[in-house]
C-alpha cells in the first residue's frame, strides 16, 4: 500500500511537487508511493478536467481546498471518501460532489480510473446567482451524496462533453456556455442549501439583471428609484418604463418581491430566533398591517402560515 499525503489537490497535481514528495517518502519506507498515470488534464475556461488511472492501491489525505468544487466520478474501480463525518464508498459509475470546507481522505483502488472536475466557489456561487439562487451567509454547501452516473441524464451527457472537448479548439464563448449549463445542472441535481427565488429569477435584460444582483446582495437597504436609475444610468423616467415594458411592475414593486422572496427564506429557516415583526421591520416592512397583506397576495399565505411549515 503506498500513501500519499498531499499539502493541496493543486500539489498533488504537480507531478514534480509529487516527485519530490515521493523522494521524502522513500527515504523511511522501502516501497515508495506511485503517482497515477493522468490520462488527461485540461482547462475548459474556469472548469478543470483530470482522468488519472492508479496502478495500485493509494491512500491519499489532503486539507481543506476552499478554492474549489470538486465532482469525483469513478470511472474504474473502487474508491472511498472521507469528509469530517462523512464516509462515502464509490464503486465503477458512482459520482458525488466534494464541498471545498471539508478535510478529504480518499482511498483508491489498484486498476481505478477517476475523473475530478473541479470549478472555483467564486465561479459556482456567482453562476448560483445569475441563475437565480438566493445563498445564505454560510456560503453555498452540498450535501454529500452517491448518485449513479447513468441516472443523471442530461449532466451525463455533460460530463461526457467535458471529457471530449479540446481546449485548444472550444472557443471562448462555447467554454462560457459550458460553465453555466454545468453550474445550473451542478445546482439542480446535487441538493445544496441554496434557494432558487420563487418569481425574482434571472432576467435576460442586462439593465434589470444588473439591479436584481445589486438589490439581492444587500437586500435589507432601502432603494429610492432615483439610486436606482443612477445605477445603471439611466433617468427615472426611463427605469420606470423599463421595468413596466419587462414586467409590468414599477421598480417600487419589483424591488418589494425581492424583499418579501428573502423574508420567506427567513421564515422557512428552522434555524431563525427572529420573530415575523423583527425580520419584517429589517427589510423596511414598519407598516406591519399592509405587510401581512402583500405577502399574502404574494404568496397566497399569512407569514405565521409560512414559519409553521
Not at 22 to 34: A, C, I, W, Y
Not at 64 to 84: C, E, H, M, N, T
Not at 248 to 259: D, E, M, N, T, W
Request: net charge neutral; aromatic share 12%; with cysteine.
Amino acid at each position: 500500500m503506498a500513501v500519499v499525503n498531499a499539502f493541496s489537490y493543486d500539489t498533488f497535481l504537480k507531478q514534480d511537487a509529487l516527485f519530490a514528495l515521493g523522494t521524502v517518502l522513500q527515504k523511511e519506507r522501502r516501497n515508495p508511493p506511485q503517482a497515477p498515470h493522468y490520462i488527461m488534464k485540461k482547462s475548459l475556461g474556469m472548469i478543470q478536467v483530470c482522468v488519472g488511472s492508479y496502478d495500485q492501491f493509494v491512500d491519499i489525505s489532503e486539507p481543506d481546498s476552499p478554492g474549489w468544487f470538486q465532482l469525483i466520478i469513478v470511472q474504474q474501480g473502487g474508491a472511498r471518501l472521507w469528509l469530517k463525518s462523512d464516509e462515502l464508498s464509490l464503486g465503477c459509475g458512482d459520482l458525488c460532489l466534494v464541498n471545498t470546507s471539508e478535510n478529504l481522505n480518499t482511498a483508491v483502488d489498484a486498476g481505478s480510473q477517476i475523473v475530478t472536475i473541479r470549478m472555483p466557489v467564486e465561479t459556482l456561487t456567482e453562476d448560483a446567482v445569475h441563475l437565480g439562487y438566493h445563498l445564505r451567509a454560510s456560503g453555498l454547501v452540498f450535501k454529500p451524496n452517491v448518485f449513479k452516473l447513468e441516472q443523471l441524464g442530461v449532466l451525463k451527457h455533460q460530463i461526457l462533453s467535458l471529457l471530449d472537448a479540446e481546449p485548444g479548439q472550444t472557443p471562448e464563448q462555447l467554454k462560457v456556455q459550458y460553465r453555466h449549463f454545468f453550474s445550473c445542472l451542478l445546482l439542480q441535481r446535487f441538493e445544496n442549501n441554496a434557494d432558487p427565488f420563487y418569481k425574482v429569477s434571472y432576467c435576460e435584460n442586462p439593465k434589470i439583471e444588473k439591479i436584481r444582483r445589486w438589490v439581492i446582495s444587500d437586500p435589507r437597504k432601502e432603494y429610492k428609484p432615483l439610486d436606482l436609475a443612477a445605477y445603471i444610468n439611466v433617468s427615472e423616467r426611463s427605469l420606470y418604463h423599463l421595468f413596466k415594458n419587462e414586467f409590468g411592475l414599477s421598480p417600487r414593486v419589483y424591488i418589494c418581491h425581492i424583499k418579501l422572496e428573502c423574508i420567506y427564506r427567513e421564515l422557512v429557516d428552522l434555524k431563525s430566533m427572529k420573530n415575523i415583526t423583527q425580520v419584517a421591520l429589517e427589510y423596511g416592512f414598519n407598516n406591519l398591517g399592509r405587510f401581512a397583506k402583500v405577502y399574502r397576495d404574494y404568496f397566497g399565505e399569512s407569514p405565521s402560515q409560512t414559519c409553521r411549515r
